[in-house]
């Protein structure tokens, strides 16, 4: 199993950032997918979770109307589309697998992690 993350990087206050996950090693279209982030000093928190299907999502309350998860089974990928970022959201962001969305969304419980990458939101 291997899951790579792209798109991170610097933006400003306000800015937009999209994230992607590729995902191999495992039947993609099987599995829950989730997005996490941890900021430095801070426990990894769950941002957003996504069905195997795709049409049942959830999200954190703090990035409720900003942030979308989707995904492509044709592609093995899964996005996190950042809008109106805040300082607040700087961290590293970390994709996730597991079979079930009751497991995805419990950091303790996900067997597959990325590797995560940096999102950084500063003026």
């Known amino acids: 199993v291997q899951l790579v993350e792209s798109g991170g990087g610097l933006v400003q206050p306000g800015g937009s950032l999209r994230l992607s996950c590729a995902a191999s090693g495992f039947t993609f279209s099987s599995y829950a997918m989730s997005w996490y982030r941890q900021a430095p000093g801070k426990e990894r928190e769950l941002v957003a979770a996504?069905?195997?299907?795709?049409?049942?999502?959830n999200y954190a309350d703090s990035v409720k109307g900003r942030f979308t998860i989707s995904r492509d089974n044709a592609k093995n990928r899964v996005y996190l589309q950042m809008n109106s970022l805040k300082p607040e959201d700087t961290a590293v962001y970390y994709c996730?697998?597991?079979?079930?969305?009751?497991?995805?969304?419990?950091?303790?419980?996900?067997?597959?992690w990325g590797q995560g990458t940096q999102v950084t939101v500063s003026s």
């Open positions: 996504i069905i195997n299907l795709g049409d049942s999502t």
């Open positions: 996730a697998a597991a079979r079930l969305l009751a497991t995805v969304v419990v950091s303790r419980r996900v067997p597959y």
